[in-house]
């Protein structure tokens, strides 16, 4: 299959990028590199470097590569920023995916599989959290992001667009060559792993009081691989199903205290701690039912213990210490 993936040079993009041209696929990724690296995209696959904001260069890359379907990761993620700066996460999130969507139907591709966010739950009413649980977005990313869903559901019932949105918790891990390299990291799991590589001095708690077990926020962390997988499957699914939404997670959270721990066992390292104010927009438990992913999908986690995802993260980090700078044999950008 011709598959465009749109943020494929970013973490979890690349990663599925890689996926794709494993098992055969012709890929051609759509990127900005604003967030990305040039480094990661997978050998195998067209790179074109373009902007989601610019609805005539991406309906060219479209046309002159014959996509016939696409995978969308594409977007502003920072959640915490997203309530200091909600433009920017409504420009590239909701305006720029309209573009797509409107390219894509001008040239008759009508299967997408969308990378969205349990974020759409904020704070939710019960856990696990199930597909039908009330939307109700805390923070201006998770807003961004159900207002896609439905622009979706709404092109899916007009003019019969088959998708499948994807709402996942927090990616984690790595592969072999493919990791998590932000400019500026927010993400907990790599952050703790830059305390023990020497390039910060602790790791910062952000609230302390929510009604958790110690007090911290709690999370259900999801290997990248096993995400990849999924999308891999939402994608055959559109051959026979117009429409799907499905969590993606372990099913098991950990609290913020639990994961540094565990990062602690894995390293070795003492990684100081240090308490800070809560951030607005976060929600105390994220934690999700996949039950529909592995009946509809046939999906299950093949790396969910903490430890195992921790691990691969840490072995990537020591193997490149730089991230995607200075990588030996790779077209740097």
Known sequence: MRVLVTGGAGYIGSVVTSELVRAGNQVVVYDNLGHGHRA???????????????????????KEHRIEAVMHFAASIEAGESMK??????????????????????????????SSTAALYGNPESTPILETSRLHPTNAYGESKLLVERMLDWFHRIHGFRYASLRYFNAAGATEQLGESHDPETHLIPLILRVAQGKRQSISIFGTDYPTKDGT???????????????ISALNV??????????????VGFTVREVIEVARKVTGHAIPAVESPRREGDPAILIASSEKAKRELGWVPKYAALEEIVASAWDWHRRFPHGYERRPGMVHV
């Open 40 to 62: 990661a995209v997978a050998d195998g696959a067209t790179f074109v470097h373009g902007e989601l904001a610019d609805g005539q260069h991406i309906h060219t890359a479209l």
């Open 85 to 114: 700066v909600p433009e920017q996460f409504f420009r590239n999130n909701t305006a720029s995916t309209l573009n797509l969507l409107e390219a894509m139907l001008d040239l008759k591709i009508h299967k997408l599989v969308f």
């Open 217 to 231: 926020c709690v999370r259900d962390y999801i290997h990248v691989l096993d995400l990849a997988a999924a999308h």
């Open 238 to 251: 559109l051959e026979d199903q117009s429409q799907l939404i499905c969590n993606l997670g372990n099913g």
